[in-house]
């Protein structure tokens, strides 16, 4: 059991070893320790002892293929650390956790920290609706407030959010079941300020270009019940900027967001706007798709 440190888990598969030893090399050096919980098989797996404290969980040993899931199975081994969920195709810069880790202590640790984030309308009907997504690769100017964390790009204080790893492990929808934690938790999703290409991608096909064409997944039936609308977010912001005793005009927050949290106003990228009205598009698209089908 690791204690009280700065950790890393990520999954992977063989289709990703050619590529692991760069994304690896990025990231491990600034962490205590790394996770890698391995799908299929760990044949062909790189060596990766000199790059750093690196944990190896063979799936075949453990819960078997599990896919992105594999990034949370790893918390079984972790207590009290502040816990950096990653992708294996991305190059992390050499800032990376002291960026992130700046922002989450910043907040005493009552926070999730994101690179990628989502919003979503205040009433779903199809998970991969958004009102804004801030991509992980584009520059954010401000601090911004989101409803869905991209846990690629996550991290997270184990002594501040629950997670029921049992419900976690359920099913692959790691992203919507680590966001609702945070929410139950009381913690606010923070999408971190960087400059463009600061985060850079491996091209390689991903669970999100499988996920959204496959219909009506389980995410949607989770995701319809909630109620997203911004209210319930700001009022977890404007918590936890009471209890680190900051304001919000002091952090680089989005000044749009700043004004909001003061007058309940919704920011636009909480409204229902052009992104919102595309995926609407795809959604009529996949219904229509779907008949044709049955």
Known sequence: MVDNRTVGCMATFPARFPILRETVASIAPQLDALYLYVNETIEGLPDLSDLGTIHVLDGREHAGNISANGKAYSLHYLSRCRVFTLDDDFVYPPDYVAHNLSILELFGGRCVVTTHGGVLPPRVDWYYERTKVFRSQREVRHLQL???????????????????????LAEVMLDLKVSLAARKSGLPIWVLPRPNDWLR??????????????????HTYLARP??????????????????????????????????????????????EGTTSTRKREDYMLLLTNLLKIG
């Open 146 to 168: 989101c409803s869905l964390a991209g846990t690629g790009t996550a991290c997270f204080d184990q002594r501040t959010i629950d997670i029921d790893l049992d419900d976690v």
């Open 201 to 218: 991608a491996i091209p390689v096909e991903g669970l999100w270009e499988r996920f959204k064409s496959a219909g009506l997944t389980p």
């Open 226 to 271: 909630i109620d997203w609308s911004f209210k319930n977010y700001s009022e977890l912001a404007q918590n936890s900027l009471s209890e680190a005793g900051l304001r919000a005009e002091d952090i680089g927050m989005a000044p749009e967001l700043v004004n909001a949290l003061k007058t309940g106003d919704i920011p636009e990228s909480w409204r």
